[in-house]
């Protein structure tokens, strides 16, 4: 649902970008309009700004702090009830599992966090500090948890103004993605694509939690062309309207 009060500001910033005396008096256009006009191309401009990245290094740079849990204090082959409360540095978070718990597997003292069930949704929220920045290594195990090459994982980043969905084609354990957004991030989910007869269990490691360099939520230049046009539409249509009947005169 929308936010009214969201929506008028929206129009005030229209107002001043096409200043109200010339809308009024050259086009006859009316607040009640802009507001329509406003109500219609809001959800485009209140969606969700991710940036992506599939390198580490590049992912860093664009946060002011990050912090890492590489998971290495979970024991491995062992049924670990789910919610758990984590830190990454200095951020703490919480990471729960859709069904009974987790099953962290990895080669040797390399534990990476996995499920107990192959169709569980791994979900981290509860950031504390609240965080503009997510990433990590995500991929597939087996039932035996080795490594799973070959598979897909779908990852979900969510922040205040919606979702930002991403399928790792053929992820490997090497291969990093992060989320980072304009404004703070609420949570992010991790599922794996299921194979015919086989299962892929959903699996992360070294998860990366960072803080963004103060930024404001502003409408991308694309964005406000869209308003422009949807404004001329609605203008057009107002002066149709508006437009006199003339009617032929009969002796």
Not at 54 to 70: M, Q, R
Not at 169 to 178: D, E, N, Q, Y
Not at 227 to 239: I, T
Request: glycine fraction near 8%.
């Amino acid at each position: 649902m929308l936010n009214i009060k969201s929506i008028y500001l929206q129009v005030f910033t229209l107002m001043h970008i096409f200043p109200q005396s010339t809308l009024m008096r050259h086009l006859s256009i009316s607040p009640v309009l802009l507001l329509a006009a406003a109500v219609t191309l809001a959800p485009s401009m209140m969606s969700a700004q991710f940036t992506t990245y599939s390198s580490l290094s590049s992912f860093t740079a664009a946060l002011s702090s990050t912090g890492t849990d590489s998971f290495n204090s979970l024991p491995q082959q062992t049924l670990t009830p789910s919610p758990l409360v984590r830190t990454a540095g200095t951020f703490g978070y919480t990471v729960s599992a859709s069904t009974s718990g987790f099953f962290p597997v990895g080669p040797g003292g390399d534990a990476w966090l996995s499920t107990d069930e192959a169709t569980a949704i791994i979900t981290f929220n509860h950031f504390l500090p609240s965080v503009r920045g997510i990433g990590g290594f995500f991929f597939s195990t087996d039932f035996s948890g080795a490594f799973f090459p070959g598979q897909t994982i779908i990852v979900t980043a969510t922040d205040a103004n919606g979702a930002s969905t991403r399928s790792l084609v053929s992820a490997t354990s090497s291969t990093f993605f992060g989320f980072v957004s304009a404004g703070t991030i609420t949570s992010l989910t991790v599922t794996a694509d299921q194979p015919v007869d086989v299962f892929a269990f959903p699996t992360v490691n070294d998860l990366v939690l960072g803080s963004g360099r103060p930024s404001t939520t502003v409408p991308e230049p694309h964005r406000f062309a869209l308003v422009a046009a949807g404004l001329a539409a609605a203008l057009v249509l107002s002066r149709r309207r508006r437009a006199p009947t003339f009617v032929a005169l009969t002796e």
